[in-house]
């Protein structure tokens, strides 16, 4: 396996080693979603790579090998020597719904071979836990990972593509196959977990309106405190962890509040019944997360040629670290090596078990980490 990697800055592209590679079998591509749209853009990749699978994402901050950047555009380029890739794509306002839209993707997919899908989400329009759960539904024995794109810290909209056909609402996969591919995946927060276990009480999907049959908006903002009054930006800073019903937890963090109805709107479903404790930010064990996460994604076996690294992170990591968000990227670069390649985004959600083998979560404020090689 070959990879190189190219960046934007400044209206400029710069490329790194082996980047006259014309052909590569896939192209992932992380940027800014105005730095995407202008001349010199993603259209610089797709004039430049006509030949290959160019899968784009717009983001809350990109991460390269060696920094994370804003309003950049970073495309890494994959050429496979033994494995293969598929792409397909579905858009959510051609269906019912999150789950079916993540649900027919899935079944575009042929089994036999698969050994990771790759999923990038528009970060608005669609229910990131519906699509998890059509995901999971309807694949079982892989890793499935990726991210919900993002707009900075907007939230207004965001944009997905698959080679030309970038759009609102797009879902797109990447399926990779063949029996010397070895892939890893882990996921971590790193949050501290502060105040009583409580029970939600009241919630449909993502919309929270009750917990312990108290208005939810209320508790949350005597708990906050006086960063109540920056609702909803300052929830990034304290967001919740759901107990699972197998006993495993989950982040979510706040997209948005609802005064006139008195409710939360959360990145990811907040089922009735559901256990929950607030958490706050503790910038060393945030960085020490992305380490595990890189520890949970190691492949154990040795592998030839290059080592793909896909890290994706959430905004809200990247805004409580502000100047210091590199710690959390040299974290992981720790454990990953030298020889590994790094490419990823800071994200509206995060897909990934949280360890290779488990079934994928919706996770919010978690750094993510796949790796890919061959044998």
């Known amino acids: 396996m070959k990879i190189f990697q190219i960046t934007r800055d400044n209206s400029q592209w710069s490329s790194g080693s082996d980047s006259d590679s014309k052909n590569p ?125 993002g707009d900075g810290a907007n939230f207004q909209s965001t944009v997905v593509g698959l080679n030309d056909d970038i759009d609102e609402g797009n879902i797109v996969a990447v399926g990779f196959y063949g029996e010397k591919l070895r892939v890893g995946a882990g996921s971590k927060g790193g949050w501290d977990k502060f105040g009583p276990m409580r029970t939600i009480t009241k919630s449909t999907k993502n919309i929270l309106f009750e917990i312990d049959g108290e208005n939810a908006l209320d508790l949350y903002k005597k708990y ?7 609702l909803p930006g300052s929830a ?10 197998d006993g495993t937890e989950v982040v979510r963090t706040i997209l948005s509040v609802d005064i006139v109805n008195n409710s939360m709107t959360f990145a990811g479903n907040i089922p009735e019944g559901s256990k929950v404790r607030l958490m706050k930010a503790n910038l060393d064990n945030l960085a020490a997360a992305a380490s595990d ?37 040299d974290a992981a670069r720790e454990v990953l090596g030298d020889k590994a390649l790094i490419t990823g985004f800071y994200s509206y959600g995060e897909i990934a078990p949280f360890s290779t083998f488990m079934k994928c979560e919706l996770h919010n404020q978690t750094m993510t980490i796949t790796t890919i090689s061959e044998l």
Do not use: M
């Open 293 to 329: 996460a890189a520890t949970f994604s190691a492949i154990d076996e040795p592998t030839e040629g290059d080592k793909l690294a896909i890290l994706i992170s959430c905004v809200g990591r990247k805004l409580i670290f502000g100047n210091r968000i590199d710690e959390e990227l």
């Open 224 to 230: 906050l405190g006086e960063y109540a009054d920056k």
């Open 25 to 149: 079998d896939l192209i992932l591509c992380f940027g800014n979603k105005e730095q995407l749209k202008q001349s010199n853009g993603y259209d610089y990749i797709l004039k430049t790579y006509p030949k290959s699978a160019i899968v784009v994402a717009s983001t809350s901050g990109e991460i390269n090998n060696d920094a994370v950047a804003d309003d950049t555009i970073v495309a890494t380029g994959i050429t496979f020597e033994h494995s293969g890739i598929i792409t397909h794509k579905v858009n959510v306002k051609e269906h019912a719904d999150s789950y079916q839209a993540g649900k027919s993707l899935v079944e575009k997919f042929n089994k036999d071979g698969l050994r990771l899908l790759f999923v990038l989400s528009d970060g608005q329009l669609v229910n990131g836990g519906d699509l998890v759960n059509g995901l999971n539904d309807s694949v079982s024995t892989i890793p499935v990972v990726g991210g919900l794109a």
């Open 236 to 245: 990034l800073l304290f967001p919740i962890a759901i107990q699972e019903a």
